[in-house]
């Protein structure tokens, strides 16, 4: 007769404790590359969706009141709730609208964590706590608009999303002019895709998405890589043994790109909410109608004057995903 052999009860229970092991190393790591495509895909579908909606309206100014008494002190603000109540909602399916103040009614984190998970802060509640270099008053002599420092108000989607607008009724449709950007941007929106559950952090469940220029808007939603370019570029150059901002993000990623002028602004708006873009200016890849001679757009993060700079001159590059 043969001997039949078998495992022992101590053999199985020392390979179930290895797999038990081995399985709590690797699984955390894959739900969260599992959640990150998942709000990949869903990110990607709401820009749809909101930049539809927007690219529906004649106009993006002009809805709600904002009035300052003379020291400054909003008297009347209506202008967020308004946008979402007047216009968006007749153009995009909205299942609750929350007015400024009461924010987390519909979902909105009370804190988030910046791109860089360096930082936690405060869920901004006005246009200046998004960013206070919106509401320096820099605009070109002559130009129409400005920036009111109005409150945000949210409302949530029927997939669940949490999104915060932040709005700006004076904002001006002059896309060509070498100006500052803030008086550009009409509305941006700050979202949560799954509400004040976690990680609330920007980047992965949080995000932004900006839309520009009050008529002909233009919609995006920028995802930076996590830091600058090393060293100071040229936008372009024709010489071989030299890296430009043409080719600074591909020797840094395969997926990586360089923004466009308004994707470039986009980020100036969020740069508080991704909180490691030090540099004082940066290239994107727009560049005016001379072209690869020419010149191309730069943004400062400073005080958010758009230039056009010859594409030689030496400045910081920050990428964005494809």
């Keep these: 007769m043969k001997k039949k052999k078998g495992f022992t009860l101590a053999e199985i229970l020392i390979t179930l404790a290895i797999i038990g ?3 709590a190393i690797t699984l955390p790591s894959l739900l969260v590359n599992v959640n990150e495509k998942a709000w990949d895909a869903q990110k990607r579908a709401l820009h749809a969706r909101l930049a539809q909606a927007i690219g529906q309206m004649n106009a993006l100014g002009g809805y709600g009141t904002y009035t300052e008494d003379a020291e400054g002190t909003a008297t009347a603000d209506t202008a967020a ?3 979402i109540l007047d216009a968006l909602s007749k153009v995009y399916k909205i299942n609750n609208v929350c007015g400024p103040d009461k924010l987390s009614s519909c979902g909105i984190p009370s804190k988030i964590t910046t791109y860089d998970a360096k930082s936690e802060i405060a869920f901004p509640s006005k246009m200046s706590e998004l960013n206070s270099k919106l509401l320096n008053g820099l605009h070109w002599s002559g130009e129409d608009g400005d920036m009111a420092d109005t409150k945000a108000a949210a409302f949530e989607t029927v997939n669940g999303e ?10 001006s449709s002059d896309t060509t002019a070498t100006h500052y950007i803030q008086n550009k941007m009409c509305v941006n929106f700050v979202y949560d895709l799954n509400g004040a559950e976690g990680p609330n952090q920007v980047g992965k469940d949080v995000g932004f998405i900006t839309a520009l220029y009050n008529k002909n808007p233009v919609v995006v939603s920028p ?3 996590s830091s600058d370019y090393t060293v100071v570029v040229p936008q372009y150059t024709d010489a071989a043994d030299k890296t430009d901002a043409q080719t600074a993000c591909k020797t ?7 923004p466009d002028r308004d994707e470039l602004a986009s980020l100036f708006i969020n740069a508080p909410l991704i909180n490691n873009l030090t540099s004082n200016g940066y290239w994107s890849g727009s560049v005016d109608s001379l072209g690869t001679s020419g010149l191309a757009w730069g943004l ?10 010859a594409r030689s001159l030496p400045i910081y590059v920050r990428c964005i995903v494809r």
């Design 21 to 23: 092991i081995v399985a």
């Design 81 to 83: 709730e308004s946008f």
């Design 162 to 171: 949490s999104i915060a607008v932040f709005y700006n009724p004076l904002c």
């Design 223 to 225: 995802v930076p890589y």
């Design 252 to 258: 840094m990623g395969e997926d990586l790109r360089l």
């Design 300 to 309: 400062h993060f400073n005080d958010g004057l758009r230039p056009r700079y």
